[in-house]
């Protein structure tokens, strides 16, 4: 159950608020039943902790695709910079090394599979089918779009498409995400499942046929 997680969960550094967490924990444990789940940016691991002891609990197997160099506004300067995660000798963000004490606090070490690099490369080779991806990398409307375009297509149906992010107004954030969440429901490949906070669901319909197709971005800015 989430609550037996919750306390470490609220420990990790991260932009999950838990209500977010318990959902991305439900619907990776109904999920990892079918296959092992992929989530794309994990930074110190908090939406790790919650997919990870889901696919344990099923013997599954969690991907944790992230270059661990921080997102644009995690730098030196910006709004989300941590010099806590800072490395001076290579003068670059760096949490991996935090990252890795979560796996291992965590007992994920046999659950989790890190892989560190740009989500674009990874994608380059990939064949094995997912039952569940999570997008939290770079929340630019191209880097979003870029991940959907890269890993969508390897969702099985009945598969869950989570965008984490998703604001409906400017005002409240940016648009990135929220723009790459309503191309893919506009797609008719996917359903719409109720929102917890900014977790924005959609499942793959079971008759679907999108893993053979190649999405092709909408105009940047459309609705």
Known sequence: MFKQIAHQFDQIKGFLDRDEGQRLFQLALEASRHGPCLEIGSYCGKSTLCIGNAC????????????????EDQQPGE????????????FKVDTFQTYRQTLQS???????????????ICARF???????LFIDGGHSYQDAFLDYQAWAKHLIPGGYLLFHDVFETPDKGGQGPHEVYQFALASGEFKKLPMTGSVGILQRHYTSNAAMASPQPPTEGAA
């Open 106 to 120: 965590s007992n994920l070490e046999d659950t989790v599979v890190p892989i560190v690099c740009l989500s674009e």
């Open 56 to 71: 344990k609990q099923n013997n599954s197997v969690l991907f944790s695709i992230d270059h661990h160099r921080g997102s």
């Open 126 to 132: 990939w064949q094995t089918p997912i039952s569940l």
């Open 79 to 90: 709004t989300y910079f941590d010099p806590t995660l800072f490395d001076p000798s290579f």
